[in-house]
């Protein structure tokens, strides 16, 4: 059974910083696993925010490019994003997800991701 748990959220003012991490527990070592980071928002609704593929690869969404970066830490089953120069409508619940599947350079689509956290809140003010 794969379990996910977010920490690491806040309210914090523009400009500053968070560090995001997800405990993973039951992930399989003989099983490739896409992982990834989503938000959502009233405004937005879910987005993804960015992933690390399967090979090592990371993506990006466009909006948090140059700000955020996500790692993955297979010997700790952890996962990690942080995030610089936080703007307001980087506001939002966060949440880790994986998906149980081959998964190259990482996915920014919700889709095939099968696991997901309870999320952790971040707020941003201006």
């Known amino acids: 059974q794969v379990q996910l748990v977010e920490s690491g959220g806040g309210s914090v003012q523009a400009g500053g910083s968070l560090r995001l991490s997800c405990a993973a527990s039951?992930?399989?070592?003989?099983?490739?696993?896409?992982l990834g980071w989503f938000r959502q928002s009233p405004e937005k609704g879910r987005e993804a925010v960015a992933s690390?593929?399967?090979?090592?690869?990371?993506i990006y969404a466009d909006s948090v490019k140059g700000r955020f970066t996500i790692s993955h830490d297979n010997a700790k089953q952890s996962l990690l994003l942080q995030m610089y120069s936080l703007k307001p409508e980087d506001t939002g619940m966060y949440y880790c997800?994986?998906?149980?599947?081959?998964?190259?350079?990482?996915?920014?689509?919700?889709?095939?991701?099968?696991?997901w956290g309870q999320g952790t809140q971040v707020t941003i003010s201006s």
């Open positions: 690390v593929g399967s090979d090592g690869r990371t």
């Open positions: 039951g992930l399989a070592s003989n099983v490739f696993y896409c």
């Open positions: 997800a994986a998906g149980e599947r081959w998964c190259s350079g990482g996915s920014l689509s919700a889709h095939g991701y099968n696991y």
